[in-house]
């Protein structure tokens, strides 16, 4: 079995569908600024933990080019129950066979990637870590030229890392 895809390695471009049956490709997304997918699925409690704070990712930066997708291993019906469970408002995607998780070689989730213009993965965190999701965050904000703001603040009382 190869190793899960990380950091320098080339994308793998996919094309997955949401709950409502839309399509969502990551090669055009990402033409248009920075693109973070993250894998997860509902019976893993480091993801339920991880979501709400890429939910902060995406109300950061919405409307602004960089995009925040959830990859689902779930049933469209549960991944829609989840969205609302959350209060969560990125697009959440289903990988129904496994299909793009199996291209990234993934063997646990979470796992969060940043991809953009370029052919290769800008960042990788293979399971909640404060540190990535605050990196990312500030990649966001410099190409945007905004100010940066922290996905995981010492408010949170978060782990620097929370595996799954």
Known sequence: MASQRT?????????????AGRSYHSADTRRHGPLVF?????SCPTCLYTLPFLERLHQAYQGNGPRVW????????????????LGLTFPLLIDRDYEVTEAYDLVSVPNIYLVDQGDTIVRHA???????LNAISRIFSERLGQPYRAVVTEDDHAPSLKPG
């Not at 993250?38 to 509902?42: G, L, N, Q, T």
């Open 126 to 132: 293979p399971a909640f870590i404060a540190d990535e």
């Open 70 to 85: 959830g990859i689902s291993q779930d049933t469209p019906e549960d991944t829609a129950a989840l969205a609302h469970e």
């Open 7 to 19: 950091v320098g390695e080339p994308v793998i471009d996919f094309i997955l569908r949401d709950t």
């Open 38 to 42: 993250a894998f997860y699925k509902r």
